[in-house]
Structures are given as structure tokens and as C-alpha cells.
């Protein structure tokens, strides 16, 4: 199998994950969608769990290279950061779950599988704190707790609006997360 056809493989997995969730992915459909026997996935992909990890790693990349493009002072950007991430959960509800909360074999878990730039998105998040500690609007301490502490706050409200349990319109449900960060980056402040 050609890497062409295992990108158009991966690809067709995420598109079947981001619109019916990852229960509907199976090997036979994704090559129904590409157009190949289930058999020819096999060449590439040793197994269904191989390619949904081919699938979390390719989308994590994307969201680590996609996040923190805005400028201004260091509030202004970690907020960026929270509207980056609201917009990968609320806009892609599956996909957020399979990488953010579902349990993976291969998922990247806290403290070590976040050290060093091990997590592209979550790096951008312990970057902003360690600016925010060197700067001095932060109080020192554990830039790798402290980027945890806060993504928490986000990720329990995101997975409570999108069980059903929050109440809110889409636009009021932000500006509650936006509130609620700022109350914990206040906690943390210098």
C-alpha cells in the first residue's frame, strides 16, 4: 500500500470518527469509503487500533500547529489558547473525545507523556505558563501542573456542556469557560 493510500486510509478513519464517533470506524467501512478492500487496509495498518492511533496522532499534530497564533499581551493569548480549544471540542465533539477523553493504549498520559513537547498542543499551553513564571505574572511553580490545573477547568466544562448537563447556548457557554479561567489564572497569578 502506498503512503497515498495510507493518508487517504487515515484520512477517510478521521472523517468517519469526526461525524459518527469512534465506534463506527471499522476497517471495513473505511475502505468502502476509500474505495479499496478491508484486506488492503491490513498492508499498512496491522490492526484497527494502529490506525486510530495513526489517526490521534496526525489530529494532534494539527491542533499543535493550529493553536496559539494570536498576538497580544500573555492574558490576551492564553485566552486565545482556551478559544483554540473550544473551537476543536465544540466544533468537533467525537474527535474530542477520542483524543481528550476516551482510553487509548497509546494516549499520552500526565505527567510524563506531557514533558518536553511531547504533547503539541498541550506544549503550547506549558510554554505560555513558564512565559507567564519567567515574566513574573505567574507565581513559580510547576509549569506542567499549572498548564494542567488550568486545561482541567476548560476540559470539565466542555465534557459536562457536551453531556447535556450545561444549559447554555453555545456563545453564553464560552463566556462562561472564559470566566471560569480566568478565575483559576487568577489563582495562580504572582
Not at 484497527?48 to 494570536?70: F, H, K, P, T, Y
Not at 490576551?76 to 465544540?90: E, H, K, N
Not at 482510553?103 to 505558563?129: H, Y
Not at 501542573?145 to 466542555?158: I, N, P, R, S, Y
Amino acid at each position: 500500500m502506498s503512503m497515498k493510500t495510507a493518508d487517504r486510509v487515515a484520512e477517510a478513519a478521521r472523517a468517519i470518527l469526526e461525524t459518527e464517533g469512534v465506534e463506527a470506524v471499522t476497517m471495513r467501512r473505511v475502505a468502502d469509503a476509500v474505495g479499496i478492500t478491508a484486506m488492503a487496509i491490513y498492508k499498512h495498518y496491522p490492526n484497527r487500533e494502529a490506525l486510530l492511533a495513526a489517526v490521534a496522532d496526525r489530529a494532534l499534530r494539527e491542533l499543535g500547529a493550529s493553536w496559539g497564533g494570536r498576538d497580544g499581551d500573555w492574558e490576551a493569548r492564553a485566552l486565545g489558547l482556551l478559544d483554540d480549544f473550544l473551537d476543536f471540542a465544540l466544533g468537533s465533539p467525537h474527535l474530542y473525545r477520542f483524543l481528550i477523553t476516551d482510553r487509548r493504549e497509546r494516549a499520552r498520559r500526565f505527567p510524563d507523556g506531557f514533558r518536553d513537547g511531547a504533547s503539541p498542543s498541550f506544549t503550547k499551553i506549558v510554554t505560555l505558563a513558564e512565559e507567564g513564571m519567567r515574566d513574573g505574572l505567574l507565581r513559580p511553580d510547576d509549569p506542567l501542573e499549572v498548564a494542567m490545573t488550568v486545561t482541567a477547568t476548560a476540559q470539565g466544562l466542555v465534557q459536562l456542556y457536551l453531556g447535556g448537563r450545561i444549559g447554555l447556548a453555545e456563545d453564553e457557554f464560552r463566556a462562561l469557560c472564559t470566566r471560569a479561567t480566568r478565575r483559576v489564572l487568577d489563582g495562580v497569578r504572582a
